[in-house]
């Protein structure tokens, strides 16, 4: 009976634990970034060990504040950040800066170009025909096909945007601020050896650097 009551008190504690997480905590795989560390690293609090390094980051509080030219942050491969055939969801709190785009695209997070083999994924701002408009655009690319949905709402306007790409067994879903639009097209599985990049397309080349300020960006991906 003492055992009975230790086993039902553990999974009581697990379930109060897993309750009072965070809604934005990975729990199965990915990683986790709220950008309010003081270790010059950005730390991955997922504990998948996925960390990054800022380069002409500058940080303020809890944001990351990008320039738009040169600004990046690169966490080395690995495993966990790659979903296969699971769902995966990137996240991300971002201010994009309040004036025309200077380039076709503000990359949030990515891993892999469209050229690399394994297929790659992406959230970034895409500029409209109006250099003062940009979108939520989610792109997957997998062994089945490359799938991506556009959201309608401008983001690059000085506010704040919770901005979700979702990736599921049979579409694609790009979300903001609680708003979803959809792509039924599954993209299939997803694993490459690239680099993930928040801010930035590449390191070397620079290109469709980040103009503005996040708060957390993760990839969650499920078991």
Same mark, same amino acid.
């Given at each position: 009976m003492k055992h009975k009551k230790l086993v039902l008190g553990t999974l009581v504690v697990a379930l109060a634990l897993l309750m009072a997480s965070p809604a934005w905590a990975v729990l199965n795989g990915g990683a986790n970034w709220q950008m309010n560390e003081t270790s010059g690293q950005m730390i991955d609090s997922s504990g998948q060990g996925n960390n990054g390094t800022p380069t002409d980051v500058v940080q303020k509080g809890s944001t990351y504040v990008f320039n738009g030219s040169t600004s990046r942050v690169a966490v080395p491969d690995s495993d966990s950040l790659d979903p296969l055939d699971k769902d995966?969801?990137?996240?991300?709190?971002?201010?994009?800066?309040?004036?025309?785009?200077?380039?076709?695209?503000?990359?949030?997070?990515?891993?892999?170009?469209?050229?690399?083999?394994?297929?790659?994924?992406?959230m970034e701002i895409k500029r409209k025909a109006d250099p003062t408009?940009?979108?939520?655009? &989610?792109?997957?690319?997998?062994?089945?096909?490359?799938?991506?949905?556009?959201?309608?709402?401008?983001?690059?306007?000085?506010?704040?945007?919770?901005?979700? &790409?979702?990736?599921?067994?049979?579409?694609?879903?790009?979300?903001?601020?609680?708003?979803?639009?959809?792509?039924?097209?599954?993209?299939?599985?997803?694993?490459?050896?690239?680099?993930?990049?928040?801010?930035?397309?590449?390191?070397a080349p620079l290109d469709d650097v980040f103009d503005g300020s996040m708060d957390f960006v993760s990839i969650d991906i499920a078991q």
């Open positions: 995966i969801t990137l996240t991300a709190r971002v201010m994009v800066t309040n004036a025309p785009m200077d380039d076709d695209s503000y990359d949030v997070v990515r891993k892999g170009l469209t050229t690399t083999p394994g297929g790659d994924y992406k408009v940009g979108k939520l655009q &989610c792109v997957f690319k997998g062994n089945v096909a490359a799938v991506q949905i556009t959201a309608r709402p401008d983001v690059v306007d000085g506010n704040w945007h919770t901005l979700e &790409c979702v990736k599921t067994s049979n579409s694609v879903v790009a979300r903001v601020d609680g708003n979803s639009y959809t792509n039924a097209q599954a993209a299939g599985s997803i694993a490459n050896s690239s680099n993930v990049m928040v801010g930035a397309k590449t390191a």
